[in-house]
């Protein structure tokens, strides 16, 4: 860092600090005298969005990170992450906000789909992988959220109770290995507080542990807004405030300085660490390949390859049951096929919040079932019941903007008093801004954001309409108000775009006949967050119906598909889920599709665990997380066979709420006690002797296997080493497959509150069927040891071990016994 240091030495305070906060929500300014172009920040884990979320600029749209984590497969992660990374160049982005390597301790978090699981070991090995995908493309990764932000319930203020010896071997291990392993450029320190100390103040954690034990030379950002103080902040470790510009730096930083309560020499290590992430980025001096500040120079960006991302959904879908091997689905022995279920005709792709992006290319399962299938089947879809609740947005073609007749709607901004003085058409019929807006228009502004579209109805009937934003709301059809109404400001910001209020009213109207739609919104007077707004409009539709036509369809079928699964906003950042059943009548659609057509295969589309309690019911159970825009072609290859469904499970599944060692996160006079200690996910279950629905690592494929030796380390370990292991297996079934073995170390020394095993390594073999395959897995030396929290260190008790080897940390089929110390 020496060349950066002496290139600060002329260099003002003022201008030292005005590089160290936003010079927006997603741009870091730039310096003139240092050679310094501004730097642009992304969202997220799922796609890179780029600094709009704009339907003229689509991102693609990947599997969500639990996704990722379920194909137990990190050179297939770093691959789609290094695509992702080049997609984030093309469009002008130098730091992407993502991975997110929380963990899963709770199944109930919101955000929990942005996590790749809820053991550590798992999540450190998919964490490097994805931060060296990206970075391999020129692009920091930025690991979040450092530490303890593990559910959304009160996040911005919760004091995560958690002890020492917990952070260190549970939540602090993916961190860990992403700064030392995958030299991850950008960390951000969460909103939560830790054990008295705001992450964005505690130097505990970020100037000891992070900065100094681990040699993190990169730059800490904080979390959107987290940055709420001036001293604290800057003393703590903090580098870098965002968005900006931020009240507590910028010049109160410099005031700070100069009176004298924070040092220049501290200012001077930011900015320091802020050019050293800029070099690695290409924004120091010529930004190689054209890659500017503001996008790629008008050429399109390059998308992720759509073979890639089928491949990587793919190897996501888990296999839980497959009763009388009724999948793969024989495309031949099939004359009908009924689609069923909402998420058949309306998949939730991603998760809401910050990881939301565009997808470049729209989901259809059923017309991609349709094609697979081939024009000899019969293929129908039902809905069976609705779960949405916000009125979905209208069908794609039905709406037009009424100036240019092209599809899409019109955008207008006016004054309170009606004089319109902006527009623009628009594609969509959701927007959000985090700037943009024409002055006068906003929060706290007098000026009105209209949109008006022509609606023509396929069928005749009455029709929902809604419209959802902050504020107050009018709507109007052929010019009769159908629904006016305020909506509340929420208690988090990022809920004014992920789940807004929403003002209804119902319209009869003719079919194949133009209705004029418009909705007036004047944003709240006092709120933060984008502003957003968005037209919802959908037949009316009768429950019993519904369900009565899906089961019809099911009684006349060879076979039933049915796809379950969250609501359109059950899941995301915000805020926490408050039950694990599906929503709606879900359950009682899969019972009574499974009773009329005996083939029925449930696919659940959710990012995170669900009650499941039909699952013996029916034929086969996938689970397809929060699949992005590629998951009609990847399932479709699976159910027939074209794939292998190549995922495990990254998270326990229960077979009911009480079964959970950690369930709900909610928060006691502002304090979260992490109780449980180091017991999460399948070390809970296994500590109270509960049998989970599904167990962790679980997922069968379309072949079968056999384990047939392990072998380990003669001698004993020498404390600090890693172990090696040789496992051998073989596949006994008539396809070709891919299995995932899975080590897990049991008997480490230490009190009663610890796992009886945990996972200390996996690994991917492949095999052609009654071929033999060997995989040697290494099992980090920090399994063997514990953390002394009175001596602040490792340590390596002596003591015997037994490392296990199979399919789930509950099919566990051979052991050989290990000596340590």
Known sequence: MSGERSQLAALPLDDKVRLLTGADSWRIPGCDALGLRPMVTSDGPSGVRGTTLDESNPSSCLPCPSALGATWDPELVRELAAALGAEARGKGVDILLAPTINLMRTPLAGRGFECFSEDPELTARIAVAYVTGVQSAGVAATVKHYVGNDSETERWTYDARIAEQVLRELYLVPFEASVREAGAAVVMAAYNVVNGSRMTEHSGLLRAVLKGEWGFTGVVTSDWDATRSTVPTAVGGLDLAMPGPNRFWGSALAEAVRAGLVTEEMVDDKVVRLLSVARRVGALGDAPNGHAADGNGGSPPALVAASLLRRAVAASLVLLHNDGAVLPLDAGGARRVAVIGPNALHPVIQGGGSARVIPASPPAPVQALR????????????PGCWTWQGVPEPPRGSVSDPVT????VRLEFSTAN???FAGEHRAATALAWWDGLPPGVGWGESGVIRLRAAFRAETGGPHEFGAAGVGRLTITVNGEVAAQGETRVPADPVETMTRPGEIRGQVTLPGGQDAAVEVEFRPAAACQGPVALRLGITPSADEQTLMAEAVAAAAAADVAIVVVGSAETSESEGYDRDTLALPGRQDELVRRVAAACPRTVVVVNAGMPVLMPWAGEVGAVIYAWLPGQAVGEALADVLLGRAEPGGRLPVTLPAAEADCPVLHA???????????GLLIGYRGYDAAGITPMFPFGHGLGYTSWDYESLSGPAAALAPGTDAQFRIRVRNTGTRPGREVVQAYVTGAPGNGGRPVR??????????????VAEVTLRVPARIFAVFDEEAGQWSWPPGDFTVQAGRSSRDLRLSVSVRSG
């Open 371 to 382: 094609e697979a299938f081939g024009a000899q089947v019969a293929v129908t879809a039902a």
């Open 405 to 408: 007749g092209d599809p899409g």
């Open 418 to 420: 009606g004089q319109v």
């Open 666 to 676: 909610q928060p006691r006079d502002g304090r979260l006690d992490y109780a449980e």
């Open 758 to 771: 945990v996972l200390g390594a996996f690994g991917g073999v492949t095999a052609a069927p009654g071929e």
